[in-house]
Nanobody, 116 residues
């Protein structure tokens, strides 16, 4: 059974940094595509960053500030967030996709609140 366990959310002042982690259990990350999404109440969930078959993409709103990465030894992937803005406030979700059958799995979500 694949499980994703997120951590790292919290309250941060504007201009600050935060690193989110997504620990993957039940499958090795080398076999997966991975992504981070976020959702504000009343809004659609939006893609923030993805690492798919070695290619990295970012939403325009986070380019140059956020970095997605992974640690194969720890079987974990990360979202490093710098120069945070109040509009980055949201619940952040990690997601992985099995490359061979496109089955996806989601983390439980972690709240990031950026104070102005």
């Amino acid at each position: 059974q694949v499980q994703l366990v997120e951590s790292g959310g919290g309250l941060v002042a504007a201009g600050g940094s935060r690193r989110l982690s997504c620990a993957v259990r039940g499958i090795v990350v080398e076999l997966l595509d991975m992504a981070w999404y976020r959702q504000d109440p009343g809004k659609q969930r939006e893609l923030v960053a993805e690492l798919s078959s070695g290619v990295i993409n970012y939403a325009d709103s986070v380019k140059g500030r956020f970095t997605i990465s992974k640690d194969n030894v720890k079987n974990t992937f990360f979202l490093e967030m710098n120069s945070l803005k109040p509009e980055d406030t949201a619940v952040y979700y990690c997601k992985v996709v099995k490359r061979w059958n496109s089955r996806d799995y989601w983390g439980q979500g972690t709240q990031v609140t950026v104070s102005s």
